[in-house]
């Protein structure tokens, strides 16, 4: 394989809360392009790592650097923009939403058009002949009022802030269409399926446009036919540039999607590589299943 | 007790009760606004509604009509209303958005408990109103009436004045504007975010501090607008105006479902007209005990409000 850029650089972080050290020393990169694995026990801080590199929480001492930048001490929704996006473990949408306006959120955060600039459509754009508004209401109080708004979209354009807002909405229903969840565009998150929600989740982090997509055990509770569409639609992601982050318990899962992958135990990386070099390390299996290896 | 009395006044009762409720529904928009969002009670919205009411009568001053002049034709009052709308606004979101900045964020930005919060929510109602009532002299300030009460029609022998109409359809018209912008635009979706998981919207890449600062300017400017009414309406202003339509607002927001800007509009209609049948059964000076002895009725039965809590945080 050849040598890619590091897109995200874990240099060295240690996290302590109180006398507990939950990352201790970590050291790892996301190569550009590529799905890496994080895997570990329960509490051996996978959760905490992901935390750190969205601005979650704040590394006691070391450094995270996303395209060169460095991330340690930013705003989350500057990160987010600057290109870092997550799901969560236990699902966190907005609830009494629409999945299309969850969605929609996300894409709002590459909106360029300022507070003032939206409320008072300053930023016009000429208008092209299928962006102009159908006159074709029923009622002729209905018509006229659509002839009046084409006349006036002819002469002063569209705002870029209306622009945008379509350009969003589309761009919202696109992401619902990839993660096979279009149907329910209109209905309220919290009424959607458990699996659906999960699928929202990752479609509401997609449209912030990431270069770097997070996913914090995103097959938990899901039966093993949920899982396998779920690794093509990660393996489609990618595809589309995106690098992914991939948190996960279920080792036939990482093993199957990853190109590296990065074990934590008890807060220390205790092994990196491909999928088939962590399988024959003796410290991932005694970790995992706690025993001595070569006991054949 | 005058039962009579109300059956034969119901309707202009009601009249008297929407164009009174119209007004507080305007003002509980700044609490629901700001407690959907932050859960927070900023116990200063009531002085920021009292500056607007100044700032209108400085205004109007400003312009050749103070205290006893004669009132322009109606498209001089119409554009005198217009101006002092957007002037009383800006002044109430202005101080709003400084209430905000200096009671507030510091706060915020600490983590304090709720209950700090509130102490300096009433701080900073205490300053305001202090402050006022020092640049004032405590003396109440008067203006020109500009309207005059003109029956435009009769429903069922209640007579309806253009003022009652105008107050009435121009809170409406406020109300569904900002019942558009919260529910369909890009803002708007940004403030219903950030109230229903803050952390979440934050790594959504909303950011929070623009979107707090928002809500307090709209709520500031509805106030804003409440306070030209409220002047047009009674005109005569003084530093404590806002104290007791401060409570009343936020008694029609808590009645209404505080949280949820349609239940602001219910809450505050209601209490209008409720506390208007309660004065015309009881007499004027139960007014007050009326409204509040419903508020306390409604709560025993639906702790959440009328329409419950909306904009914010979904129950689990």
Known sequence: ?296 | MNFEFLGDNFMSLTVTGLTQGAIYALVALGYTLVYGVLRLINFAHSEVFMIGTFVTTIVWAGLGFGVGASAPGTFGVLGLIALAVVAAGAASGGTALIVERVAYRPLRKRNAPSLIFLISAIGASVALFELVGAITDRQPRGMPSLVQPKVQFTIFGADVTNLQIGIILSALAMLAGLDIFINRTRLGRGVRAVAQNPDVAALMGVNKDRVIMLIFVLGGMMAGAASVLYDVKVGITTYSVGFLIGIKAFTAAVLGGIGNLRGALLGGLLLGVVENYGAGVFGNEWMDVVAFVMLVVVLLFRPTGLLGESLGRARA
Not at chain 1, 107 to 118: L, N
Not at chain 1, 179 to 207: D, K, M, N
């Open chain 1, 1 to 296: 394989m050849s040598e890619r850029n590091n897109l995200l650089e874990v240099d060295n972080v240690t996290i302590r809360f109180g006398g507990v050290t939950a990352l201790d020393g970590v050291d790892f990169s996301v190569k550009e392009g590529e799905i890496l694995g994080l895997i570990g026990p329960n509490g051996a801080g996978k959760t905490t790592c992901f935390n750190a590199v969205t601005g979650v929480v704040k590394p006691t001492s070391g450094a995270i650097r996303f395209r060169g930048k460095t991330l340690v001490g930013q705003q989350r929704h500057k990160i987010t923009r600057l290109g870092i996006a997550r799901t969560f473990q236990n699902i966190r949408l907005f609830p009494e939403m629409t999945a299309l306006e969850n969605v929609q959120v996300g894409a709002d955060a590459r909106h360029k058009t300022s507070v003032v600039g939206a409320l008072f459509r300053t930023w016009r754009v000429p208008v092209k002949p299928h962006e102009l508004v159908e006159v074709d209401a029923k009622s002729g109080f209905g018509r006229a009022v659509q002839q009046v708004r084409r006349t006036g979209q002819r002469i002063f354009g569209l705002s870029r802030h209306t622009l945008e807002e379509r350009a969003a909405k589309e761009k919202a229903t696109e992401l619902l269409k990839l993660v096979g969840i279009e149907h329910r565009a209109g209905e309220l998150a919290r009424s959607l399926a458990y699996g659906e929600q999960r699928r929202l989740e990752i479609a509401r982090a997609l449209a912030t446009e990431p270069g770097l997509l997070c996913l914090d055990e995103p097959a938990a509770g899901f039966n093993p036919a949920e899982k396998e569409s779920l690794l093509e639609l990660i393996r489609k992601i990618r595809d589309t540039g995106v690098t992914v982050l991939l948190i996960e318990h279920d080792m036939r899962l990482v093993m199957g999607v990853t190109d590296r992958i990065v074990v934590l135990e008890f807060g220390k990386k205790i092994a990196e590589g491909t999928p088939a070099e962590v399988r024959e390390n003796p410290a991932v299996i005694a970790a995992y299943l706690g025993v001595p290896t070569d006991a054949a």
